[in-house]
Nanobody, 124 residues
C-alpha cells in the first residue's frame, strides 16, 4: 500500500551522530503511523519508536529513548531517525515500517509495509 525506501546508513564512531531517512511513496491508503526498527545480527527486530503520519505524535520504545529522535518531513513524505552518541550496539539493519491501525505500535507484527533496510555499523 506504500513503498518505503531507507537511506543514510553507514559507519558511526563513538559519540558521532547519524541521520537515517525513510521515503514513502505510492500510497493508495495513508498509513496511520510509521516506525523505525532495527535488527542486530543474531537478534530479533526491535522497535525504536513510532510517529503518526501527520507527525504530531511520537512514541519511543525504551531502547529508543534518549539517543534517538524520530521526525517527519511532510513536504517530502519522509520520516527521519536521528541517532546520537553512536555505540557498538547500534550495529544493525535499520528499517521503517508503515501501519494502518489507529495506534502507535511497537510490535513489528502490526506493520504491513516495510522498506529494504539500511545498514549501520557502530564503533568496534
Amino acid at each position: 500500500q506504500v513503498q518505503l525506501v531507507e537511506s543514510g546508513g553507514g559507519s558511526v564512531q563513538h559519540g558521532d551522530s547519524l541521520r537515517l531517512s525513510c521515503a514513502a511513496s505510492g500510497h493508495t491508503v495513508i498509513p496511520y503511523s510509521m516506525a523505525w526498527f532495527r535488527q542486530a545480527p543474531g537478534k530479533e527486530r526491535e522497535c525504536l519508536g513510532a510517529i503518526t503520519w501527520s507527525g504530531d505524535s511520537t512514541d519511543y520504545a525504551d531502547v529508543g529513548k534518549g539517543r534517538f529522535t524520530i521526525s517527519r518531513d511532510n513536504a517530502k513524505n519522509t520520516v527521519c531517525l536521528q541517532m546520537n552518541s553512536g555505540k557498538t550496539e547500534d550495529t544493525a539493519v535499520y528499517s521503517c515500517g508503515a501501519a494502518y491501525t489507529a495506534a502507535l505500535e511497537q510490535d513489528p507484527e502490526k506493520y504491513q509495509d516495510w522498506g529494504q533496510g539500511t545498514e549501520v555499523t557502530g564503533p568496534s
